[in-house]
Every structure is written in C-alpha cells, then in structure tokens.
T-cell receptor, first 115, second 111 residues
Framework: DVKVTQSSRYLVKRTGEKVFLECVQDMDHENMFWYRQDPGLGLRLIYFSYDVKMKEKGDIPEGYSVSREKKERFSLILESASTNQTSMYLC??????????????FGEGSRLTVL | SQQGEEDPQALSIQEGENATMNCSYKTSINNLQWYRQNSGRGLVHLILIRSNEREKHSGRLRVTLDTSKKSSSLLITASRAADTASYFCATDRGGANNLFFGTGTRLTVIP
C-alpha cells in the first residue's frame, strides 16, 4: 500500500519559533510538493521538488523554505513562524511517469497552530 | 487566479440522489483531476480525464470535460452517506508537473 507520511498531525508553536514539517514517501516518486490549505482559499502550492536537492517556488513561498536531501524525504521549514502561517499543511508526491500533471498522493496533513 | 473554481460551494442531498459538482478553469490544460477529502484528512485521487477525452466513468463516478467552455462536472450517482466529503478539481499548469486546486465543494449526504 503506497504511502505518504507526515511526521506530525498536530503541532502548536509560538511566534518566532523555527518549525520543521517532515514528509516521507515510499513510492520512489521523483516529485514532491507542499501545499497549505485554508478555508475559502483551497490548496495553494508553497514549494515543490522534481529531484533530490532540487526545489522550485510555488505560488506562496514567502516565509517558507524546503529541503530535499533524499529522494523519499521532503521537509518544509518555517524559519520564524508567524500567526498567519496557522494552517493545514499537505504533502504530496507523484511520478513523472504519470505524465504531465499526474496523480498526486497526499499525506494526512499537519495542522499547525502558531500562537 | 488560475485556479479551478467549483460550484456549488456546498451541496446537501438525500441518500440515493445524484450529486453534481462543476468546475471551471481559465488556462489550457493537459488533464483535469478530481479529488476527495474527508474532514481533517488528506486528499484522495478519484479520477483523471485528459484534454482529448469528453467523458469518463469510474464506478458511481462520471466526469465530463468541455475544453471549449473550460469546464468539467463530477456526477456521483446513487449517493451514500459515506460520500459526505469535500471534492476538489485540479488542473495541471499546461506543461508543468504541479496542479492548481479549486476551493472545493462540500457535499453532505443525509441518510
């Protein structure tokens, strides 16, 4: 059974803290993505990666960075958390073999609250 | 925004009825996908329809695509309480390997 695992389902952090959200996939997928989901705004792409050590900015990269040191792992980093980063964060992966815009496999999400 | 936009935002029906959700988008696409999300969970892929296809079926799901109108519809037939979820359409970015998601339709099926 294919799987995308996000390390934490719920996190509570304080303003200014550094936050790491970890995502691991076991499908040997090249592509990995971080989205955030907010009511009324749908899913918005933060960063994505097509290969190890590669990263591309999505639609809302400000305030975030990412790390892809291994193929199976894609980390989202909030260097200095702010209250407007309170959100649900969703990690996803896909294979380029699926063709352009192929099916995404999602993790269960990490709900982050910044106080 | 180049996101897909779902319509309606919320839909409430009785068990056994059909549910129809619509999606409109703005740019040319290679394919359009529909996803389902149970409350507080991740998204699950339902179906993908390519730009050269007009209709596709999967079990109780029927998806249509009209590229001239830049719109798609998802029909769930004989709905069940377990179909209660949010449904999202997603479009590729005409050559990119990442997806735009709409804001979703919240479907409630009343037993």
């Amino acid at each position: 059974d294919v799987k995308v695992t996000q390390s934490s389902r719920y996190l509570v952090k304080r303003t200014g803290e550094k936050v790491f959200l970890e995502c691991v996939q076991d499908m040997d997928h090249e592509n990995m993505f971080w989205y955030r989901q907010d009511p009324g705004l749908g899913l918005r792409l933060i960063y994505f990666s097509y290969d190890v050590k590669m990263k591309e900015k999505g639609d809302i990269p400000e305030g975030y960075s990412v790390s892809r040191e291994k193929k199976e792992r894609f980390s989202l980093i909030l260097e200095s958390a702010s209250t407007n980063q309170t959100s649900m964060y969703l990690c996803a992966s896909s294979s380029p073999g699926e063709g352009l815009g192929g099916e995404l496999f999602f993790g269960e999400g990490s709900r982050l609250t910044v106080l | 925004s180049q996101q897909g936009e779902e319509d309606p935002q919320a839909l409430s029906i009785q068990e056994g009825e059909n549910a129809t959700m619509n999606c409109s988008y703005k740019t040319s696409i290679n394919n359009l996908q529909w996803y389902r999300q149970n409350s507080g969970r991740g998204l699950v892929h339902l179906i993908l329809i390519r730009s050269n296809e007009r209709e596709k079926h999967s079990g109780r799901l029927r998806v249509t695509l009209d590229t001239s109108k830049k719109s798609s519809s998802l029909l769930i037939t004989a709905s069940r309480a377990a179909d209660t979820a949010s449904y999202f359409c997603a479009t590729d970015r005409g050559g990119a390997n990442n997806l735009f998601f709409g804001t979703g339709t919240r479907l409630t099926v009343i037993p």
